[in-house]
């Protein structure tokens, strides 16, 4: 459970008692009791699926598709069959997600000393956070398992982007492909990642390898088994239509993704959500299994960002993603961790 920080100085102070500190006590207490099965069966939207609880306290899909059959995935059908339509739409979209990307980054320099700029993205697509960085002043650096995502980065961007999976890459033996390399990175961005590898204890501990003492890591993963999405389901007698196990192979709520970053040397420093589309079923738009739907209210969803956005009111869009955070309301919970010094 994410402490906010001056409640955090207070906790460790044993004379300061307040009603405030009492009810984090209580929900620390009760979110440590919970006791998940350690293996359920869920309708998805495309029939049962088998969930059993990881050690770190997530949601994996059971049983495990193979190594073999992931590389081929995201190696070659990502990006050509599954989202084939990804890269242009982001390439439309960019002052908008230029916006959005600007509260990360805002983030991360805030919680930097001023000269510390290298960024390496895991999951770097077709490298347009990167540009987006890279705009701002940073050196950058990327990770990415599509050939097609890569050659995008590379021939659209100049960008320096590795092809291969992240527990792949080796800092030292991997130094030739990058200018300057084999010096860890002050920050990495790992964003929508974690919910689709067969190993991600494995991955978030490659991530705090590669950081500098003091560097930060933002990551951020889907969400799932949220408030919003378990009302729908049972006032709507909808299935857990997010549970996708061709694609999503973990299922993280922020305490279990703190939790896995914490286990690993990456203490929480920030935390923020992104919008809540879920809201839009509990207001009578139903876009389970319905495209058309679906496009519509992430339409809307992007019109009311872009307002705030496009009217200066980005640090606000961000205290309101901070708060929606707090409460574990949002699609996807994105959480900014420190390795020690």
Known sequence: MFVPPPLARD??????????????????????????????????????VELRRAPGGYLEVWPRPTPQSQR???????????????????DRDRAYWDGLWSIRRGMLERALPRGGRRLLDVGASGGFLLDHFRQAGWRVFGIEPSRSAVRHARERFDLDVFCGELLAFDLESDRDWREGGGEPFDAVHCAQVLEHVLEPEACVARIAELL?????????????????????????????????????????DAASLSGLLARHGLDEID???????????LMGED????????RQCHARRMAFERSLIESGRISELADLYRALAAAGIGRTCGILARKAR
Not at 216 to 243: I, M
Not at 287 to 294: F, H, L, M, S, W
């Open 72 to 90: 081929d995935l995201y190696g070659e059908r990502f990006y050509e069959e599954d989202k084939s339509t990804y890269l242009s739409d982001v």
């Open 212 to 252: 500098a003492p003091g560097g930060v890591a933002f990551v951020e993963v889907p969400n799932d088994f949220n408030v919003l999405q378990e009302t729908a389901r049972t006032r709507l007698g909808k299935p857990a239509w997010w549970v996708a196990p061709d694609h999503h192979l973990n299922y993280f």
């Open 271 to 281: 935390r923020v959500a992104s919008f809540p589309i879920e809201m839009f079923l």
């Open 11 to 48: 906790l460790q102070n044993p004379s300061v008692r307040t009603p405030r500190i009492e009810r984090a006590e209580r929900a620390l207490a009760a979110s440590s009791a919970i006791e998940a099965p350690s293996s359920t069966r869920i309708e998805g939207l495309s029939g049962p």
């Open 287 to 294: 876009y389970v299994g319905q495209p058309e739907v679906g």
